[in-house]
């Protein structure tokens, strides 16, 4: 696009953009329909919250998804989550840090491993503000950081995707990996909220 529309919403870009290849000929809206719907057919944060658990779990597993992300999705069955050209960094909460995952430059996020993304994470109040203000956009979503906790942003690219993983919740020692994923949300993958 040559500027034209860039003051659109993004999805009244894609519809634009969408329509334009219908009616050159490029591509007929069955086809984008079946493309979007093979793209979704997976994208869950039921994946992500496997991961999490297992790593809950598996002190092995927690550093091998720590040290390599691809390894720990292949070892699971989730490989093919990422595209090629993507890479999944994953990083821990701990007592001393929180983490928050965002994309200021568009709203770059591992779909299939999160489910499809909050409107939230694709708005520019959040890109913006929580690059400068952490603790008061995670206060807004209802999680006051303690003062002695550092909190860390990470900044998602085209090619580096971030997950974060939560701190285990207290007193859930008793629970197995299928009770744990149940406790794992979007929110806490993205480290706008504890678990």
Known sequence: MSGEHTDLPVAARVRRLEARLVAAGLVTDEQLDAVLEQRLYRATPFNGARLVARAWTDPDFRAL?????????????????????EHLRVVENTAG???????????????LLLGPSP???????????VV??????????????PDEVAVRVWDATAEARY?????????????????????????????????
């Open 132 to 145: 400068r203000e952490p603790r008061a956009v995670l206060a807004e979503f209802g999680y006051r950081v």
């Open 163 to 195: 997950m974060v993983l939560p701190r285990r919740p207290a007193g859930t020692g008793h629970l197995d990996e299928e009770a744990l994923r149940g406790l794992v949300t979007r929110s806490g993958l993205i480290g706008t909220a504890p678990v």
């Open 119 to 129: 409107s939230w994470y694709r708005s520019d109040a959040y890109r913006a503000r």
């Open 97 to 111: 840090t929180h983490n928050v995952v965002v994309c200021t430059l568009c709203s770059c996020y591992p779909l």
């Open 65 to 85: 998804l720590l040290d390599n992300a691809e390894e720990a999705l292949e070892r699971t069955g989730l490989g093919g989550l990422l595209a090629p050209d």
